[in-house]
């Protein structure tokens, strides 16, 4: 669908370090399929370059790169000190742009390096003077603005650990993810705006505070309010205006930046499974530093770029997006709907930033499609070189929408990774053509396969996406993981050594991929991935729920009984002599939206007379979705493993009449 020219190819960031390693090891790469090979098979010499090729700025170097590849418990640049932070902020022309940043509450504006750099210093003056040091948790229930990019850099230049969510997020959701790691401090806004409406937080702010028994120091920032009132956290309430004057002096001087070994904490991401609190997933100041500064040659971020991807601070991405600030790009960030006050909302955003890199959700792209816009046309996005897409597959059709209706000669990456290490496995590469349905290629130093269930390697086959070789940004650890199980249960159970992360690929024979979805249960809804037991601990508390069982299937290319509509769909079990209703199956939304997030909430919700479960007593959740999506019954699950093999017949006559074209579900199977 697009090739880049000769000169536009030979300018990227990727041959300039394709061509730099060449001359540095005495050898020529051909092609990205040659520098990949050798990325991945000379792991150590790979991140070596990446460090003196970006230049990393260390108190103390490495001994070695690698003790060992083996996984978990890989150990990398040991001996070395450093701060994520510092790596950040320093070497940049003051007076730059860094930051552009806008929402449905602010209008357009921008920082440079000079003032995030003071902003930085004022903020961990205040935080040190709060008494936070290295290893402490700040935690930050707060939107994308730039005071939460400032508190982060600030956590991270003490040492301490960071963590965020969304004022979106339902408190539950929030407590359950913040008290496990015991937070010492708790930054927050009063509310934010969505869709042209004000949703006020203070008292849910108040509500998570009073089950963080950890907590000494809680600010409050005013965001829709300027007089917002600290004292509606209580006695350790005080203002983001407070924070920053509570030492002047140290507020005047440049940053700190604590310098902390390779693989200390840099911040703590949650990331859902079946059962159970969410995981949270340590990811450390070099590891994820190291991955950052490769991604800038996969996204060919250089001075003067403008790099904007649509995101929440309660995703991944707002992560990714912030390390983008290791090239000298500056980055843009928005809070507010994408769709508000029309579907051209973000495109409009571009033209006014003069992004060269725009980057939303393959959800939103498609959106844009059946909207019938053409933002080449209706906006002037000259600057835009690149758009990237991920959160969930991303269709032929949207492929074919861009070039048609954004710009012929844009280079449109697909992209898909995961939270557990806060990257893509599988990536845009700017001097590869981009073809119709396809991620152009594996991430450099990212050893990617496909695997058959015996462990087989697979090309132009659908198997699970394995990584064989470690990455740097894999989590250290889990939090109160001690031993390692539940980390070795996660990601290294079906596969000892390997990582297995639960998605569906395909290697095409050019090096290519294609991504099917989850091959496991959890939900991921634009990006956000939320463990089933959430949703089911939300929709069991409505009184009339006796239990329930949920999935996401369909979407595009899944070719299964859904065809191309993504659906998720909340199965439930009610008290005898209880019918579901539409009062029912809103007041079962409204808990789901209110405990987990807008995202979360069930396309549909039906009754069914019982949960299919296994013997051990776990809920079929991934044998239901593939039945749902076309697979052979007897190929999904065994019957002899089951409490009761008739709970599978609703659905299995579910799926016939799906695939059949019924609008209706059978009557529930007794």
């Known amino acids: 669908m697009w090739t880049p020219s000769p000169s536009r190819a030979a300018a990227s960031e990727m041959a300039r370090f394709q061509s730099w390693a060449g001359e540095r090891h005495?050898?020529?790469?051909?092609?990205?399929?040659?520098?990949?090979?050798?990325?991945?098979?000379?792991?150590?010499?790979?991140?070596?370059?990446?460090?003196?090729?970006?230049?990393?700025?260390?108190?103390?170097?490495?001994?070695?790169?690698?003790?060992?590849?083996?996984?978990?418990?890989?150990?990398?640049?040991?001996?070395?000190?450093?701060?994520?932070?510092?790596?950040?902020?320093?070497?940049?022309?003051?007076?730059?742009?860094?930051?552009?940043?806008?929402?449905?509450?602010?209008?357009?504006?921008?920082?440079?390096?000079?003032?995030?750099?003071?902003?930085?210093?004022?903020?961990?003056?205040?935080?040190?003077?709060?008494?936070?040091?290295?290893?402490?948790?700040?935690?930050?229930?707060?939107?994308?603005?730039?005071?939460?990019?400032?508190?982060?850099?600030?956590?991270?230049?003490?040492?301490?650990?960071?963590?965020?969510?969304?004022?979106?997020?339902?408190?539950?959701?929030?407590?359950?993810?913040?008290?496990?790691?015991?937070?010492?401090?708790?930054?927050?806004?009063?509310?934010?705006?969505?869709?042209?409406?004000?949703?006020?937080?203070s008292e849910i702010a108040a509500g998570i505070l009073a089950e963080l028994p950890s907590v000494e120091h809680a600010v409050l920032l005013g965001y829709l309010r300027d007089d917002a009132d600290p004292a509606a956290l209580g006695e350790r309430g005080l203002s983001w205006e407070q924070l920053l004057a509570l030492d002047p002096q140290g507020a005047a001087a440049p940053p700190r930046f604590e310098q902390v070994p390779f693989d200390h904490p840099l911040w703590v991401l949650y990331s859902s499974g079946t059962t159970g609190l969410p995981k949270a997933i340590v990811q450390g100041h070099g590891g994820i530093l190291l991955e950052q500064l490769k991604k800038r040659l996969h996204l060919d971020l250089r001075r003067g770029d403008r790099m904007f991807w649509f995101t929440t601070t309660g995703w991944m991405m707002w992560n990714f997006l912030v390390g983008c600030l290791h090239s000298d790009a500056a980055i843009v960030l928005y809070d507010g709907s994408p769709a508000y006050p029309d579907i051209s909302a973000l495109w409009r955003l571009a033209e006014r930033t003069g992004m060269t890199c725009m980057g939303v959700s393959a959800g939103l792209l498609a959106s844009c499609e059946k909207a019938g816009i053409e933002p080449g046309r209706e906006h002037d996005l000259s600057a835009l070189r690149g758009v990237g897409s991920t959160g969930s597959p991303l269709s032929p059709e949207s492929f074919r929408w861009v070039y048609e209706h954004v710009d012929e000669d844009t280079w449109l990456f697909s992209t898909?990774?995961?939270?557990?290490?806060?990257?893509?496995?599988?990536?845009?590469?700017?001097?590869?053509?981009?073809?119709?349905?396809?991620?152009?290629?594996?991430?450099?130093?990212?050893?990617?396969?496909?695997?058959?269930?015996?462990?087989?390697?697979?090309?132009?086959?659908?198997?699970?996406?394995?990584?064989?070789?470690?990455?740097?940004?894999?989590?250290?650890?889990?939090?109160?993981?001690?031993?390692?199980?539940?980390?070795?249960?996660?990601?290294?159970?079906?596969?000892?050594?390997?990582?297995?992360?639960?998605?569906?690929?395909?290697?095409?024979?050019?090096?290519?991929?294609?991504?099917?979805?989850?091959?496991?249960?959890?939900?991921?809804?634009?990006?956000?991935?939320?463990?089933?037991?959430?949703?089911?601990?939300?929709?069991?508390?409505?009184?009339q729920v006796l239990d329930t069982l949920v999935v996401d299937v369909g979407g595009p290319g899944s070719g299964g009984a859904l065809g191309d509509e993504l659906r998720m769909i909340l199965f439930v079990v009610l008290r005898d002599g209880v019918t579901l209703d539409d009062e029912l199956t809103r007041e079962i939304k409204a808990r789901i939206r209110e405990d987990c997030s807008p995202r979360h909430v069930p396309n549909e919700v039906r009754q069914i007379e019982q949960v299919p479960r296994t013997l051990s007593g776990k809920v079929l959740e991934v044998p239901v979705k593939r039945i749902l999506m076309g697979v052979a019954p007897e190929q999904a699950a065994s019957a002899e493993s089951l409490v009761d093999p008739r709970a599978l017949d609703y659905f299995i006559a579910l799926a016939a009449e799906l695939a059949a074209g019924a609008e209706k579900a059978p009557a529930a199977a007794g």
């Open 26 to 201: 005495g050898r020529e790469f051909a092609d990205y399929g040659e520098l990949w090979q050798w990325s991945v098979d000379e792991l150590d010499t790979f991140w070596a370059d990446i460090w003196e090729f970006c230049g990393v700025i260390a108190s103390k170097p490495y001994e070695r790169v690698l003790a060992s590849h083996e996984m978990p418990g890989t150990k990398w640049f040991e001996g070395a000190e450093l701060n994520y932070a510092e790596n950040l902020l320093a070497g940049h022309d003051p007076g730059e742009t860094a930051v552009l940043h806008c929402s449905e509450v602010r209008e357009l504006a921008d920082l440079s390096w000079g003032e995030l750099s003071a902003q930085v210093a004022a903020a961990a003056a205040g935080l040190r003077s709060l008494g936070v040091e290295r290893g402490d948790r700040v935690v930050a229930y707060m939107p994308n603005i730039p005071e939460t990019l400032v508190a982060f850099l600030a956590t991270a230049s003490l040492g301490a650990t960071w963590s965020s969510a969304a004022p979106e997020f339902g408190a539950r959701s929030v407590i359950d993810r913040f008290a496990q790691i015991e937070p010492k401090v708790f930054l927050a806004v009063d509310g934010y705006r969505h869709g042209g409406k004000d949703f006020d937080r």
């Open 416 to 543: 898909s990774g995961g939270t557990d290490v806060c990257t893509a496995f599988v990536a845009g590469c700017p001097t590869l053509p981009v073809y119709e349905g396809e991620l152009q290629c594996r991430a450099l130093g990212c050893k990617v396969e496909s695997w058959d269930e015996q462990g087989n390697s697979l090309l132009d086959e659908v198997g699970e996406l394995v990584v064989t070789e470690p990455m740097p940004s894999m989590p250290l650890f889990l939090w109160s993981d001690e031993t390692g199980e539940r980390l070795r249960e996660s990601y290294f159970s079906m596969y000892p050594g390997v990582w297995r992360h639960g998605d569906w690929i395909r290697i095409t024979p050019r090096g290519g991929a294609v991504i099917y979805g989850r091959s496991d249960s959890t939900i991921n809804r634009q990006g956000v991935r939320m463990g089933t037991s959430e949703i089911y601990r939300a929709a069991g508390s409505v009184e």
